[in-house]
């Protein structure tokens, strides 16, 4: 059974720090994806990595990924309140189809 | 472009009622999906399409069915509803040749009594 789990499963930073969130998965996958989801609000596409060593940048937002490890990162830099939200990884398990297993979420506040 | 849309957007639901949440999507994509979100959870996936007469089970496909008559609408039916059920739900849709990209609706809130 494919999982994935992102943690820390909460976390709180001050505004202009840096903090990183991990996804690990379980088995063999070639695309990777970081989503954001506002308070009752629906998932807004962040990244999507294809390959290992992608490395993708957004804004204060760093995403990568290392299929050896069956690892990928969302690095964030300086942070600011606006990017309080709740942060997922989903993995592609099956090619071609785009079925999606989602990790449990970070759930990411930012404090002045 | 509407993008995904999703009706209704609340519902309470006695047990054993039956329902269909509505899904619609306006931009020709093949491949359409319906999750569900429990509290402070990820999304998990119940039912897929990737094209009209086309559906297949997710994770957690019980107590649910789906039909795709058309390339637009992924309608999502409930039998029998339970406590268990109450969560809220969205739809998505992506078109394969683009990437990744999965397109999601706003969501239905769904509470089960």
């Known amino acids: 059974e494919l999982k994935v789990e992102q943690n820390p499963l909460f976390l709180s930073m001050q505004e202009g720090k840096n903090y990183t969130i991990y996804c690990n998965y379980s088995?063999?996958?070639?695309?990777l994806y970081w989503y954001r989801q506002d308070p009752g609000k629906s998932l807004e596409s962040l990244f999507v990595?294809?390959?290992?060593?992608a490395v993708k940048q957004e804004g204060r937002l760093m995403a990568s990924l290392d299929t050896k490890a069956r690892l990928s990162t969302l690095h964030i830099t300086a942070a600011v309140h606006d990017l309080s939200a709740t942060y997922f990884c989903?993995?592609?398990?099956?090619?071609?189809?785009?079925?999606?297993?989602f990790g449990t979420g970070t759930r990411l506040q930012v404090f002045p | 472009n509407a993008g995904v849309t999703q009706t209704p957007k609340f519902r309470i639901l006695k047990i054993g009622q039956s329902m269909t949440l509505q899904c619609t999507q306006d931009?020709?994509?093949?491949?359409m999906y319906w999750y569900r979100q429990d509290p402070g959870m990820g999304l998990k996936l119940i039912y897929y399409?990737?094209?009209?007469?086309?559906?297949d089970k997710g994770e957690v496909p019980n107590g649910y069915n789906v039909s795709r008559s058309t390339t637009e609408d992924f309608p999502l039916r409930l039998e029998l509803a339970a406590p268990s059920q109450t969560s809220v739900y969205f739809c998505?849709?992506?078109?394969?040749?683009?990437?990744?990209?999965?397109?999601f609706g706003p969501g239905t809130r769904l509470l089960v009594l």
């Open positions: 998505a849709s992506s078109y394969y040749g683009e990437v990744g990209t999965q397109y």
């Open positions: 989903a993995v592609d398990i099956r090619h071609n189809t785009d079925k999606l297993i």
């Open positions: 931009m020709n994509h093949n491949y």
């Open positions: 399409s990737v094209g009209a007469g086309i559906t």
């Open positions: 088995t063999t996958s070639d695309r």
């Open positions: 990595l294809l390959s290992n060593g």
